[in-house]
């Protein structure tokens, strides 16, 4: 199956109906439970990296409704750490869902805040955070967005970049488009998430553009990570 860069996803669209559109942030958090596998990457990867003598910072590319930002918050808190997230996105519809979610779920802005910007905004700003990552962000961007996203999480990432996303195969097309039949119509879930599945990379079309210090993992059966560590100073 080849990759389709040319598929749309309607969430994408500054047209998409707002009622949908709300639905799909609100049944992100169920879907991203079933799919994403944040919880397995948070304990292997991301709890590692996270200082334990301060205030930990994690910073979340394309955040759309907020709800890895608000995973990672619970999980850390729930292990005694002490964290705080920024999630952004350029959407304004996003970040305003978002908003609403930290209020609802009782976040402060010391632990956790939503900004409408790109990475490059705050890369501009000389911003720094121990662990930079993104969900089912990597399939939305064409080649030049890419490696500009890859290039600024390595400025902005003391330590670990994680950018997790969909490895595509022909089984989750069918596998995903079974499992939300319940929710067709009823939001942009089904139909975009079959088209992120067809946009998505392999794991090795993932490795070829990738730069050099990133590597491709393929995490589960339809899971990629794009990694990339930052090395220690010479003679440490």
């Not at 992100?28 to 930990?56: D, E, H, I, K, Q």
């Not at 064409?142 to 022909?170: E, F, K, N, W, Y």
């Not at 499992?179 to 090795?204: E, Q, V, W």
Request: proline letters at 6%.
């Amino acid at each position: 199956m080849q990759r389709d860069i040319a598929a749309f996803e309607e969430m994408d669209s500054p047209d998409a109906d707002p009622l949908m559109l709300e639905r799909t942030y609100a049944q992100f958090p169920l879907v991203n439970r079933c799919v994403s596998g944040w919880r397995s990457v948070y304990l292997g990867l991301v709890r590692p990296a996270l200082p334990r003598n301060r205030t930990a910072t994690i910073l979340d590319i394309g955040c759309g409704g907020g709800d890895i930002a608000l995973a990672l918050l619970r999980w850390a808190r729930a292990d005694g750490l002490s964290l705080k997230v920024t999630g952004i996105d350029p959407d304004p519809r996003a970040h305003d869902f978002a908003s609403r979610a930290a209020a609802a779920a009782g976040f402060g802005p010391e632990e956790l805040e939503f900004r409408r910007a790109a990475s490059a905004e705050l890369v501009a700003e000389g911003q720094v955070f121990d662990v930079v990552i993104s969900n089912h962000v990597l399939h939305h961007l064409d080649p030049p967005a890419l490696s500009g996203v890859l290039a600024d999480s390595q400025v902005l990432a003391r330590s670990l970049a994680i950018h997790s996303d969909i490895r595509r195969r022909r089984s989750a097309l069918l596998l995903f488009g079974l499992a939300t039949l319940p929710l067709a119509g009823t939001s942009f879930i089904r139909r975009d998430g079959l088209t992120s599945i067809r946009r998505s990379f392999t794991r090795d079309e993932l490795a070829r553009v990738l730069p050099r210090g990133w590597h491709a993992h393929a995490a589960g059966m339809y899971r990629n990570l794009a990694i990339w560590r930052r090395e220690p100073p010479a003679g440490r």
